[in-house]
């Protein structure tokens, strides 16, 4: 199982930025899928959820409303579109699958939210 996430960088208040998940060694479109991200001194926190399918997602109140989950499963893929970003949403981000009872990490990708 394999995980890489992409597309975080640096983005002023107010900004959008969208994240990727590649997933590889498992058969994704059979799997939920999740979104963590963890701050600086701060624990690991979950986002977001997308189910197997994309029929059914779910967020933490501090980002809904402001990021989508969705997926697609034929690229093996999954995103974070993340829009009105503040500065408290400066994190690594993780992508998540919890695959035969083993939770399995991507390496994280930074966002940083500055003017």
């Known amino acids: 199982v394999q995980l890489v996430e992409s597309g975080g960088g640096l983005v002023q208040p107010g900004g959008s930025l969208t994240l990727s998940c590649a997933a590889s060694?498992?058969?994704?479109?059979?799997?939920?899928m999740h979104w963590y991200r963890q701050s600086p001194g701060k624990e690991r926190e979950w986002g977001a959820t997308i189910t197997s399918t994309g029929s059914s997602t779910s967020y933490a109140d501090s980002v809904k409303g402001r990021f989508t989950i969705s997926r697609d499963n034929a690229k093996y893929t999954m995103y974070l579109q993340m829009s009105s970003l503040k500065s408290e949403d400066t994190a690594v981000y993780y992508c998540?699958?919890?695959?035969?009872?083993?939770?399995?990490w991507g390496q994280g990708t930074q966002v940083t939210v500055s003017s």
């Open positions: 998540m699958v919890d695959y035969v009872l083993r939770n399995y």
């Open positions: 060694g498992f058969t994704f479109s059979t799997y939920t």
